[in-house]
């Protein structure tokens, strides 16, 4: 399972940017034609050299059968979460702390950090196409819009 399964970001970034969609398919294409050839090691290794007719020797066509996990899901969230505690004091908690997520992708960094209960900042430096309504509408609405990542640290950081 895939969490984005779009090919291309659209959005302000002036190259295309590939999504996991696009790697999904490619390792999936790749390891059909990897698993179907008669010329491969995998074919010999499945196969017993006994076998004489066309339709014995031919390995049809299997599906590539993965999971990817990105935001936002509850595991990519958690993860995160852990790291950041391990990183702590012993007897620091989630409540203790003031936790951002910061992205471009309000479906996806703003979604997490939404779905954990944390601060979002989205900055206009990537795929965000500055639609404000349409952060109303999706319920993706971030803690704090700025220009770049630097300006969201100036804002948060004591001088």
Request: net charge negative.
């Amino acid at each position: 399972t895939y969490q984005l399964t779009d090919q291309v970001y659209s959005g302000l970034a002036t190259n295309p940017r590939l999504t996991q969609g696009s790697y999904r398919l490619c390792l999936e294409t790749l390891f059909q034609c990897a698993t179907s050839s008669t010329s491969t090691s995998y074919y010999s290794m499945q196969h017993s050299e006994s076998s004489t007719t066309s339709e014995q020797t031919r390995t049809p066509k299997r599906k590539l059968i993965s999971n990817t996990v990105g935001k936002p899901t509850p595991l990519t969230g958690r993860t995160a979460l852990n790291k950041i505690l391990s990183q702590c004091t012993n007897n620091t908690t989630e409540e203790d702390l003031e936790i951002w997520t910061v992205g471009d992708n309000p479906f996806s960094d703003v979604a997490l950090a939404l779905m954990m209960g944390w601060n979002a900042g989205l900055v206009k430096t990537g795929i965000w196409d500055g639609d404000v309504e349409s952060l109303e509408k999706e319920n993706a609405v971030p803690t704090r819009i700025v220009d770049d990542v630097g300006v969201l640290i100036g804002q948060l950081l004591p001088e």
